[in-house]
């Protein structure tokens, strides 16, 4: 356990001096810069399609060593990054989102214009390739694909042929135990809160994980296509809204309202909720009784990208056994890849957070494509929330 | 008519006709324009609501436009595949069109319909009930659908609310960016659909009121009210008949307004849209009440004027002339009632003003002279005291009163003692001095605050009055005894007791009062009066300056008096009179030389009465004229029937009294005589006293020196008892002298009347006068004047008056020496003259 404590410790600080380096040269991840671009969703998809429109004939043309890389924010090790740079004369350039939904704006904003990669979750993966967008996956280019799990490979439509698994992950319930009152079990400890909660909570910004969500918490399957579940989904967000802060995904840095206590309770992602843990013990994670979602995401390469080869060095480098257990260990996720599990200690193996045990799979769902219909109330229902 | 009335009805028509005239032509032209203002409001009310509207169209037309243009929308417009437009581009484009309508939130719902009519999405602000996401069959969709143009709009029901709304729609014609862009026509790849919501116009209905019970009106092409004043009316249909006239009249141009008439209402209709009508509605009872209210304030203002006007031109010719006219007429119906008093008013100028000065003046004059008239009709001008008919008035008053009170009143006669004398003796204008100081003594006399009661209703206090003459009266009506009465009388007898200086003359003066008391002495005022002055008369006769109340003897005296006054009058008429005649003798001779004539009233009654008793009366009467006439005409024919008879020329003297002198034509009376009878005048003498002389007043010495041109001897009777007796002998045309018996009886007994006797002996020596002596009775007074030289003298001692009959014999008979024997042939003698009199 010591052991494990000072090897967390010093990815601490290892992260804490990385972070300074990027924000003296690379992608900001400085808190402040990260909190505008979360408020703006405008703004962002405005810097996005400039640095598209600028950034992107620059990379084709002038610097071609450069890779562009749509990605959420921590979801890469800024050493393993350092590596595969010094490795290949090349720099990974990353532009950060937040949610999948923001991710879809991003993307179709540009029409997969101007990056050379992007992780996508499951579901969407199909979508984006049926879109024209992506590019097939030269297994050939990408040996370390053995070391994958099988399952992983093919457990979505289109991502087979386009898809190269990264992490899989659950999503649940982080929330302040010295600051909640009472357990917090349920999905509905969350969308139907305590009254001391009432502007304490932050969600995210996704209708798939929101409307998912609040269907399971009425018993519902997370991809029904029942209008009246729907409805019902709706009214229950509807209710919450007023508990609501934000709708945007938590900080993960050091600052987080989480962590400072600003916000108490939070829709989270798993490997997000260890992080913030390590901030402040008193966060707590779980995922609740009525079961979640199982979740994968997919690394793609764009059709339009002139450097499919390096990306696709990329996604060979970033599947090697061992760098894929360092960033396991350095997200806190659990890693579709096979081999690299004997690069992980076993309480990394064994830890339920990050590893949901059986019965909590047994309840759990991953998404699934829905008709138009479902889709177009889905719509309804978030815009109407989010605005 | 009035003055004001002939003013007024010629001034009013011409106040009030022009008036009626002008409001009557403002009336209607108010009406006029007050209708066509109206009607103008509601048409520029529509006007504004349309240019509002079109601009709301032109604004929305611009909004969708740009939306429709957007590339999102083109992207998504472009993109068949359902999931990847629903899954990746409709997040988007629901953003977009969110942030839209947050701006804009009017636009509550956008839609994007796909060619079949089938709503691909939906953003609404709030959560609406959807009616169909299958447009395909709507009439809005066909029309829309069948729409050839930019931008499409309609006026219309949300089927999703019931309610009014502005659909805007644009078909989306884009070309696949896929193909060759020169070969490539834009296909229609649907419709974007917004729907307005029409809170303006809700506005406007609910806010624009037109008139009380006006209406704003908003109908579609059918008739169907959108918005009404009247909320409730809201969906309802408008008459169908009503609107297709309203229509017909709205379309007939789609830039202006135009007004219609039916039964009830003024229109004014408005085609603001092919599918939006606007209609301004006022019932024509309002408009025809605003006229009407018109009507009423134009009738009010021109009523008010003609009131106004009246009541100024009224007021004017009130305050200028009527009222000045009526005011002066009223004064003038006072003078003439004898309130001089009134107050003329003297505000005015002009002719008014003028004639109300005259007014004022003649008032004026009048009152003065009218208090003049009063002053001098009870007041009297020597002494300034009420005169006698004050007097009475006053007593009445005061009798009245205290009759009421059971209350005692005094009344005081006053008369000053030998007032007369002094009048003789030193002029009426010492006499008036004398009356107005002791009118001011008397004055002082009384208490300062009651002597006077200037107020006849006030009959509590004292008043003093001069009745004429020397006689004052005094009531005293608050008076509880005699006894006050009395110490008034006291106060005044010693007031007037002081001497009295006027001039260089120093008077003793000395008043007699009767006092009579009510209610004892008297009831009315007459008989006060009466009584007062009978007891005053009293005084007199108890010697002068004293007081004496009334008492019922007065009373017998005075009946006495009366008596005797008809008796004189009778006896005059009955010749009850007869002369003796007392001889007068040469006292060098002893023979007779003249007789005196002494009247004598054989009254049958009581017998003869001597002279003292009915002479006073007889002058105070006057009836000393008809009798001192008889006197003349009986001694003259005796003295006739003497000289008939032989006898010598003996003389007769006849007494003449001052009354006889002023009033009796006394030279004709002589001159008639001496004519009837033919006897030398200087056988008459004529014996006056100084007394009576000075009573005669200025005139007397006049009748005297006609009397003696006639050839009349005067002698100046009583000589010595008057106060200036050698005055008046030396300047009066007299040709004797008479000594008072009581200087001749004084002889050998007072001296100093001896010493008179002797003084006034030489001094008729000196003047040329004889000198007779009177009441000689005894041998050494005779023989004193005759020592004194006294030539004639009458008395006892020769002869008392006998009857004329007797008279011859005496004439041949010398009466010094053997007067006795005469003397006892003669009746008991009786005195001739009235005591001696002195001025006290």
Known sequence: ?387 | MRLRTQILSLLIPLVVLPLLVLGTVAYRELQTISERQTLTQMATLLNQISLQMRAELRAAAAHIQVMAKSKLVERYALTEDAEQRLLLLQPALLDQFKAFQKTEPAFYEIRLLLTDGSEDLRSVLTPLPNATEMEGGTPLFEAIRDFDGEVYSSFGWNPDTGLPALFIATPLYIADRTEDPLQAQPKLRGYLVFTKSLVTLADQAMNGRIGEQGALIFSDQDGRIFFHTDTERAGQWLPPALFTQLRTVADASPNASHSLRDDDDVFEARRIHGTLYAFAQLPSKELLAASRWLGLIVACITLGAMVVTTALVFTFLNVTLVRSIRRLSEAANEFGRGNLTVPVPTTERGEIGELAQAFREMADNLLRSGEQIRYLAYHDGLTGLPNRSRFSEYLDHALAFQRRRGGMLALMFLDLDNFKRVNDSLGHAVGDQLLQEVARRLRRCLRGEDFVSPVPNEPAGQLLARLGGDEFTICLPSVSSPHDASGAARRILDAIAQPIVIGHHELHVTVSIGVTMYPNDGESAEALIKNADMAMYSAKEQGKGNFQFYSQGMHAAALERLALERRLRIAIERHEFRLDYQPIVDLGTGYLVGTEALLRWDHPEAGTISPGQFIPLAEETGLIVPLGEWVIRAAAAQLREWQRAGLPPVFVAINVSAVQITRSRLDQVLLSVLAETGIDPHLLHLELTETSIVAAGDDAVAVLDRLRAIGLRLALDDFGTGYSSLRYARDLPIDALKIDRSFVQDIAVDDSDEAIVTAILGMGESLGLRVIAEGIETRHQLEFLRQRGCQLGQGYLFSRPVAAALVPALARTRLIGDEERVLTMLPPPRDTKPPRRRVS
């Open chain 1, 1 to 387: 356990m010591g052991h494990a404590l000072d090897g967390t410790r010093w990815r601490f600080f290892a992260r804490y001096v990385g972070r300074c380096a990027a924000a003296c040269g690379g992608p900001p991840r400085s808190c402040g810069h990260r909190k505008l671009r979360w408020r703006s969703l405008a703004l962002r998809a405005f810097a996005v399609l400039l640095c598209a429109l600028l950034a992107a004939p620059a990379t084709a043309d002038d610097a071609p060593n450069e890779l562009s890389l749509l990605i959420w924010t921590e979801y890469l090790d800024p050493e393993v990054i350092a590596e595969f740079e010094a490795a290949h004369n090349v720099r990974i350039k990353r532009t950060y989102f937040e949610s999948d939904d923001a991710r879809d704006r991003i993307v179709q904003e540009v029409e997969g214009h101007g990056f050379d990669l992007a992780l996508v979750n499951d579901v969407m993966v199909g979508p984006y390739a049926k879109r024209g967008w992506l590019a097939p996956i030269d297994k050939n280019a990408i040996p370390n694909l053995s070391h994958i799990g099988a399952r992983w490979l093919s457990a979505y439509p289109s991502v087979e042929t386009f898809g190269v698994p990264y992490f899989w992950g659950t999503l649940g319930i982080a929330y302040r135990r010295d600051l909640v009152k009472g357990p917090v079990s349920s999905w509905l400890d969350l969308f139907r809160p305590d009254e001391s909660l009432r502007g304490r909570i932050i969600m995210i910004y996704d209708s798939r994980d929101t409307i998912g969500m609040a269907l399971r918490a009425l018993g519902h399957s997370v991809n029904s296509t029942d209008p009246e579940h729907l409805a019902e989904a709706g009214r229950l967000l509807e209710e919450q809204k007023p508990f609501v802060r934000s709708y945007s995904y938590v900080s993960l840095s050091e600052t987080s309202g989480l962590v400072t206590g600003e916000f108490w309770m939070s829709m989270i992602y798993n490997g997000d909720a260890y992080l913030l843990k390590n901030y402040n013990e008193n966060i707590e994670f779980i995922v609740p009784k009525e079961g979640t979602n199982l979740w994968t995401d997919y690394f793609v390469v764009f059709k339009t990208s002139p450097r499919k080869e390096l990306a696709f060095k990329f996604l060979n480098f970033l599947s090697e056994p061992a760098i894929s257990a360092r960033l396991a260990q350095y997200l806190h996720y659990a890693t579709p890849n096979l081999s690299a599990q004997k690069f992980l200690p076993p309480d990394f193996l064994t830890d339920p957070l990050i590893y949901p045990p059986p019965e909590v799979v047994a309840r759990s769902e991953t998404y699934a494509a829905l008709p138009a219909q479902t889709t177009k109330a889905r719509n309804a229902i978030f815009a109407r929330l989010t605005h």
